[in-house]
């Protein structure tokens, strides 16, 4: 620290001295002295002109309180007819500011009652769209089952008239071949049957040849009578040889069973039930 304090007390002379000598040289310097000159008799003037002018604005000042009373007066009767027409005013301010109030009021109100009313609404269109959802889904639900309960009531319609059609087709083919059977039947038995009666004319025919050449000790017999007679015997051992016409005893009870469920299958009550449906479904719609 001491150090320091020598080394500034031996350093500042040789700054200042400098300085105070170029001072001295620019003060003696003949342009410094005139304008110093000129400013010393500025500044005198200035003073000169500082003091006629304070004289005036007191002079000014006296006439401008002369002439202030008048005006001064004015504006203190304004002043107190202002504040008169202001307590006047007051009660109608107050009763202005009431109304404000009870204008606020009403519509702070209003505003609440609107908003009540709004949520109320959005409520009530809530309900109804859940309401309407609903009621679709359960017709969307009714209508599927209803499609799907004519679909089942088609499905077992067509299948009865599929078995019917099979049914039907499978008499038909069991009528044709046991008629066929029984054509072919017929047709051998004819044949048997012409044959063997041709066989019983020849042999009559033969008989009757040998009973005209017989002996006269015995008696004769009327050949008309005689030829009628062994007609009606072969008549009568042809029909005795025809034989029975055979019976196809599993032909005949399928054929009577199939007949049976043919004809006590209730195409008409599916019809109905099917008709009651399609009415019942047309009434919910």
Same mark, same amino acid.
């Given at each position: 620290m001491n150090d320091k304090i020598k080394l500034v007390v031996n350093t500042l002379p040789l700054v200042l001295v400098p300085l105070i000598t170029e001072r001295k040289?620019? =003060?003696?310097?003949?342009?410094? =002295?005139?304008?110093? %000159?000129?400013?010393?008799?500025?500044?005198?003037?200035?003073?000169?002109?500082?003091?006629?002018?304070?004289?005036?604005?007191?002079?000014?000042?006296?006439?401008?309180? %002369?002439k202030s009373?008048?005006?001064?007066?004015?504006?203190?009767?304004?002043?107190?007819?202002?504040?008169?027409?202001?307590?006047?005013?007051?009660?109608?301010? %107050?009763?202005? =500011?009431?109304?404000?109030?009870?204008?606020?009021?009403?519509? =702070?109100?209003?505003?609440?009652?609107?908003?009540?009313?709004?949520?109320?609404?959005? %409520?009530e269109e809530k309900l109804r769209q859940e309401?309407?959802?609903?009621?679709?889904?359960?017709?969307?639900y009714h209508l599927k089952q209803e499609e799907k309960q004519a679909k089942q009531e088609e499905k077992l319609e067509k299948k009865g008239e599929k078995l019917q059609k099979e049914n039907e087709k499978d008499v038909k083919k069991l009528d044709k071949k046991l008629q066929k059977n029984i054509d072919e039947r017929q047709q051998e038995e004819h044949k048997l049957e012409e044959l063997n009666k041709a066989e019983r004319i020849e042999e009559i025919k033969e008989y009757n040849h040998n009973q005209r050449h017989s002996s006269s000790n015995h008696a004769q017999p009327s050949s008309q009578s005689g030829y009628i007679n062994i007609q009606e015997l072969v008549n009568e051992r042809v029909r005795s040889d025809k034989k029975p016409e055979p019976e196809n005893k599993l032909f005949k009870q399928h054929r009577e069973s199939m007949s049976e469920i043919i004809a006590h299958f209730p195409y008409e009550k599916h019809r109905k039930e099917h008709m009651k449906n399609k009415k019942s479904y047309r009434r919910t719609k």
């Open positions: 040289k620019i =003060k003696d310097h003949p342009d410094v =002295k005139n304008v110093t %000159e000129t400013t010393v008799d500025l500044s005198h003037k200035v003073k000169d002109k500082s003091i006629k002018t304070k004289d005036k604005l007191v002079e000014t000042k006296d006439k401008v309180v %002369e009373q008048p005006a001064k007066s004015f504006i203190i009767q304004k002043k107190r007819l202002y504040e008169y027409n202001k307590q006047m005013k007051q009660p109608f301010k %107050e009763e202005r =500011k009431e109304k404000k109030e009870q204008q606020k009021e009403i519509e =702070k109100l209003d505003k609440k009652l609107q908003k009540s009313i709004d949520s109320r609404h959005k %409520e309401n309407k959802k609903d009621r679709l889904n359960e017709l969307d």
